[in-house]
């Protein structure tokens, strides 16, 4: 089953700071987070192992709530160059198949 | 950055062609993927591979194949293109672990089939 994130789709001010949630039906290893520019390849951000541990890269972080099957990306402070669409990608059990979620299309405007 | 080729770019073909997607990459990954991605819409992985000789299916069915004779070579086959097969097609590869290292991803390439 994919992973359901939301919003579907955000419009930000640049300075301002929005929440991604992803949520997964299946108990999960890891969460990835990856942006995707318009015609670009996807770009890795982060990896959170499950321990419901918090990750921060720059003025972007995330968490994962083992126990609810979901985590969130915070960002922070938002920047032109954040847009873009946000995939979270789950992990469950072992191995490195990835599931991506359903997508969040960001947009920051000055 | 990483290393992960993929060719041609960009393929316009006419229905009824056999048609091989390249995929090569550097980094001496043993973990390799294919995805399928319609513009502004998720990924779906529709083939994997942890090594060589070793291909497994993905998700989302797919009509196309794939081989691993080499740890740095993943291509895809489709036999006979049909219309329903144009899309985006990424190739990803990464390291051997428990789902805890990243997925590198090639530029893609963009399939139409007329």
């Known amino acids: 089953q994919q992973p359901v994130q939301s919003p579907q789709a955000v419009i930000l001010r640049e300075g301002e700071d929005a929440v991604i949630n992803c949520s997964s039906s299946?108990?999960?290893?890891?969460v990835h987070w990856y942006r995707q520019k318009h015609g670009e390849a996807p770009v890795f951000l982060m990896i959170?192992?499950?321990?419901?541990e918090q990750k921060g890269h720059e003025k972007i972080s995330a968490s994962f709530n083992e126990k609810k099957q979901q985590s969130s990306l915070y960002l922070t402070a938002s920047q032109l160059s954040y847009s873009g669409t946000y995939f979270c990608?789950?992990?469950?059990?072992?191995?490195?198949?990835?599931?991506f979620g359903t997508g969040t299309q960001l947009k920051v405007e000055l | 950055e990483a290393d992960i080729y993929q060719t041609p770019r960009y393929l316009v073909i006419g229905t009824g062609k056999k048609i091989t997607l390249e995929c090569s990459q550097t980094?001496?990954?043993?973990?390799m993927y294919w995805y399928q991605q319609d513009p502004g819409m998720e990924l779906h992985l529709i083939h994997y591979?942890?090594?060589?000789?070793?291909?497994e299916k993905g998700d989302l069915s797919s009509e196309s194949t794939v081989s691993r004779i080499r740890t740095e070579h993943f291509p895809l086959t489709l036999e006979s293109a049909r219309p329903s097969h144009t899309s985006q097609y990424l190739c990803?590869?990464?390291?051997?672990?428990?789902?805890?290292?990243?997925?590198?991803f090639g530029d893609g390439t963009r399939l139409s089939i007329l």
């Open positions: 990803a590869s990464s390291r051997g672990g428990l789902g805890n290292q990243p997925q590198h």
């Open positions: 299946k108990a999960l290893y890891s």
């Open positions: 959170l192992l499950k321990g419901g």
């Open positions: 990608g789950t992990v469950t059990g072992g191995g490195n198949k990835l599931t």
């Open positions: 980094m001496g990954h043993d973990k």
């Open positions: 591979s942890y090594g060589v000789n070793s291909t």
